[in-house]
DNA sequence: TCTGGGGTCCTAGGACCC
DNA sequence: TCTGGGGTCCTAGGACCC
């Protein structure tokens, strides 16, 4: 029995999201923005046929934002995590394997259904999520991951296609590859669109009958195998087991420009605090510490600096006052004064499970039983009340430098002091 | 004038994804 | 004035070793 791929892909995810508990929202221009509120990352369909694009600046778009009375939030994460995992258990009880691939989609590993019941069972899929999460989601079909994403491309681009679409055996499959942009294939981004445009090669279709030793000499092994996956031959497996983390990362931009080492200082202490804790929540240590800092890249007047630098720790550790004093070091050999910093930023590599740590014998300090129930009581706390709850004195009290959120939504979902309530006259 | 070659590891940079 | 954050993988080139 041969086996297919669907790509089930959530509609604009986080604007779906906030429409949940906004339903008056529905057929309303809305977008969610950034961390900061810098730029908008999702659009309602409403708003995209205003002409916002991905990733536009809030500032540039206050006037039409204004004018056609475009509903703004800015995004809830622990909101979209949460509906997120909704949406992917009530997948895992339809299909045996799942890959989960990024808070908004999934792959399917689809087996036993016959070809021609291919499109109904992804619509009454579809129907079942819509109706228990109230989520519209649209879902692509084919012989390969590759081929899936084309067809969910599809699905969102054609009339009448009802936000489902099946490659699988399709007649029409080459007229159907030649209706999407080569810029809009899964593995190709702006600088290979750029190359491949110049040589005429315009659509999936015509990626499609690239020579594939051409792909691998200008697009590395991963272009030859997105030429082969849309000829369909399976060259990217499905993962329904996450591979282990490589590293962890946390940074932000500040709400407002800084310039002490101080304050610098604190906004890392806290961004280490929250590494570590993801760290921890994923049974994890790390062995090695990158500490960068950077000025605002977008201000052509301002004086530029940006640097970064790594530390290796004598011990994989996952212990947040170990991590703050080698980051905290690292941060002093960075800062140089006379700058206006933008962003600060740690990431954890090295990472090994905490149950098998490499000891080193000559090591001062080791994280005792006692300092882990510590970070186990921090975390527990944190998690229960919310980020942030309890914070090392490091990270300061006034918080200058933190990020705007001006237009948040309750975390309905997660948060009993939040929950939705609904008033009945 | 002649002056090896091959393997491995690490890193930086660049591409991609959401 | 205001422009996100968190990842992965591949490749080329240098260092180093025998």
Redesign the pocket.
């Known amino acids: 029995m041969s086996s297919y791929y669907a790509l089930v892909d959530c509609n604009n995810f986080y604007v779906s999201c906030e429409r949940v508990f906004r339903p008056a929202l529905k057929h309303r221009p809305v977008v969610v923005l ?3 509120d ?2 908008c ?1 999702a659009r309602s369909n409403e708003a995209k046929a205003l002409g916002i694009p991905m ?1 536009a ?1 809030l ?1 540039q778009w206050k006037e039409i934002i204004r004018k056609h009375r475009v509903t703004v939030f800015s995004s809830n994460y622990v909101l979209y995590g949460d509906m997120s995992s909704r949406v992917m258990n009530l997948l895992g009880e339809h299909a045996p394997r799942v890959e989960v ?5 999934a792959f399917l590993e689809i087996t036993g259904v016959p070809q021609e019941a291919l499109r109904a069972y992804a619509c009454r899929l579809r129907v079942r999520i819509l109706q228990s999460v109230g989520i519209p989601v649209s879902i692509g079909l084919g012989e390969t991951k590759t081929l899936a ?1 084309v067809a969910n491309r599809l699905a969102k681009k054609l009339p009448g296609s009802n936000g489902v679409l099946s490659l699988v055996g399709h007649p029409d499959k080459e007229a159907l590859l030649d209706k999407l942009d080569v810029g809009e ?9 750029r190359k491949l445009v110049q040589r005429k090669i315009l659509t999936a279709r015509d990626l499609m009958h690239v020579e594939p030793d051409w792909a ?1 000499q200008n697009m ?3 272009g030859m195998r997105t030429v082969y996956e849309l000829r369909g031959t399976k060259c990217i497996p499905i993962e329904t087991v996450p ?1 282990p ?9 500040f709400g407002q ?1 800084v310039t002490e080492l101080n304050s610098l200082r604190e906004a890392l202490s806290s961004y280490v605090g929250r590494a570590a804790e ?1 760290l921890r929540g994923e049974r994890l240590a790390a062995g090695a510490i990158q500490i960068y800092i950077a000025t ?1 890249p ?2 052509d007047n301002a004086p530029q600096y940006a640097n970064a630098k790594t530390s290796s720790l004598p011990e994989a550790s996952s212990y947040t006052p170990v991590l703050w004093e080698a980051a905290s070091s690292l941060l002093d050999q960075l800062y140089k004064p006379g700058f206006v910093y ?2 600060v ?1 740690v ?1 954890l590599f090295g990472l090994v499970p905490e149950n098998l740590i490499q000891l080193d014998c000559f090591i001062t300090h080791r994280s005792t039983e006692r300092e882990r129930r510590l970070m186990m009581t921090l975390d527990n706390v944190n998690q229960r009340w919310g980020m942030g709850t309890l914070n090392y004195a490091a990270s300061g009290l006034c918080q200058a430098w933190k ?1 705007k959120r001006a237009h948040l939504s309750p975390s309905y979902t997660t948060s009993w002091a939040e929950l939705l309530v609904v008033n009945a006259r």
């Open positions: 950034s961390n900061n810098g730029c990352v990733g600046p500032h691939y990024s808070i908004d989609e994403k294939v899964w593995g190709v981004g702006s600088q290979y669109k691998r590395t092994v991963c591979p983390k490589k590293a962890i990362a946390c940074s932000r931009s420009p993801k605002n977008f201000l933008k962003k930023g990431v990020m």
